[in-house]
């Protein structure tokens, strides 16, 4: 089971960003798949997540708003839209996904047994 993330790179606050992580290795229709992030010497704080089959979504408070979290079960794609983007926002970001998470373990880490390797995201003028 593999998770590819991409579009990271360097943007202007104020601007947006996509990030897509793709799924290989099995179909993730069935999976909640989702979005944490750490910045320079700070904890992996959770984003966002998509539930299974996408019917919720679930945001961390410093983000909603102005990120939104989609996916296409089809092509086994996660994206996270990033809109209004400050400097707060850099991080890497890693995608996340599992299948036996309930929703209280939602925002914990520890919880996904799925990793992305991360693709930076910089917020700077």
């Known amino acids: 089971v593999q998770l590819v993330e991409s579009g990271g790179g360097l943007v202007q606050p104020g601007n947006s960003l996509r990030l897509s992580c793709t799924a290989s290795?099995?179909?993730?229709?069935?999976?909640?798949m989702g979005w944490f992030r750490q910045a320079p010497g700070k904890e992996r704080e959770f984003v966002a997540v998509?539930?299974?089959?996408?019917?919720?979504?679930y945001y961390a408070d410093s983000v909603k708003g102005r990120f939104t979290i989609s996916r296409d079960s089809a092509k086994n794609t996660v994206y996270l839209h990033m809109n209004s983007l400050n400097v707060g926002d850099t991080a890497v970001y890693f995608c996340?996904?599992?299948?036996?998470?309930?929703?209280?373990?939602?925002?914990?880490?520890?919880?996904?047994?799925?990793w992305g390797q991360g693709t930076q995201v910089t917020v700077s003028s």
């Open positions: 290795g099995r179909t993730f229709r069935n999976y909640a």
């Open positions: 996340v996904a599992d299948s036996t998470i309930i929703t209280s373990q939602a925002r914990n880490s520890g919880a996904y047994d799925y």
């Open positions: 998509s539930w299974k089959n996408g019917g919720i979504t």
